[in-house]
């Protein structure tokens, strides 16, 4: 079974590209996590969110609770932000998504 | 420490060898998770602490996964007799508190390849 569902798998991309990854979920949860894994690389929380929207720098989140989806938005995309983005929703503990491996071709 | 600290970074162990994973938590956190990652994929639940209770080991493969953390801070992740299959990336994960207002520091992982 498949609790989380994130799309697309692979996304390719050109500098400066607006960029979205989708999540959607099944299970009931308390707040979801975007995770950011770079390859040989540890696991970065970018973002935790419970509703609404939250924005870090070139990054924005959001989650609609009711639909049970979220979205991780990279404005002005840069190759340094190839990376695989996971989505993770919280019910007791961590669920993770397949990630999206992120491409930014300069 | 700073951050969630893992050991060894990198393991090589024969098939049927026995390893043992550390992870040094962020000093103070309650919760504490055990993850595997196989190559390609997203991080699977082993198995969850709080303090030095092992709440939910609803994840752990098999009966040659072993995970402890007697006094609540350092945990260790045991793989007994291990095979092929194990191949992976063992991550490790603390949280401050259980709410969801806490969020979660990831350690960077220790890659097992059983060879």
């Known amino acids: 079974k498949n609790e989380v569902e994130q799309s697309p798998q692979n996304l390719t991309a050109q500098e400066g590209e607006f960029i979205t990854i989708n999540c959607s979920y099944s299970v009931g949860i308390s707040a979801l996590h975007w995770l950011q894994q770079h390859p040989g690389g540890g696991i970065v929380s970018l973002f935790m969110l419970s509703s609404g929207k939250k924005k870090h720098g070139r990054l924005i989140a959001t989650i609609n609770i009711q639909e049970k989806h979220s979205s991780l938005h990279i404005t002005a995309s840069h190759p340094r932000d190839s990376a695989v983005y996971i989505c993770?929703?919280?019910?007791?503990?961590?669920?993770f998504g397949q990630g999206t491996r992120l491409t930014i071709n300069p | 420490g700073a951050g969630v600290s893992q050991s060894p970074r990198y393991k090589v162990a024969k098939r049927g060898q026995d390893v043992a994973l550390r992870c040094d938590p962020i000093?103070?956190?309650?919760?504490l998770f055990w993850y595997q990652q196989a190559l390609g994929q997203g991080p699977e639940f082993l198995t969850y602490f709080q303090n030095e209770a092992q709440l939910d080991k609803s994840g752990l493969p098999s009966d040659r996964f072993f995970a402890e953390r007697p006094e609540g801070s350092v945990s260790t992740l045991k793989i007994q007799r291990t095979q092929q299959e194990d191949s992976a990336v063992y991550l490790c994960?603390?949280?401050?508190?259980?709410?969801?207002?806490?969020?979660?520091?990831f350690g960077s992982g220790t890659r097992l390849t059983v060879v």
């Open positions: 000093s103070g956190h309650v919760s």
């Open positions: 994960a603390s949280s401050l508190g259980t709410g969801e207002g806490y969020g979660y520091t």
């Open positions: 993770a929703p919280r019910a007791q503990k961590l669920v």
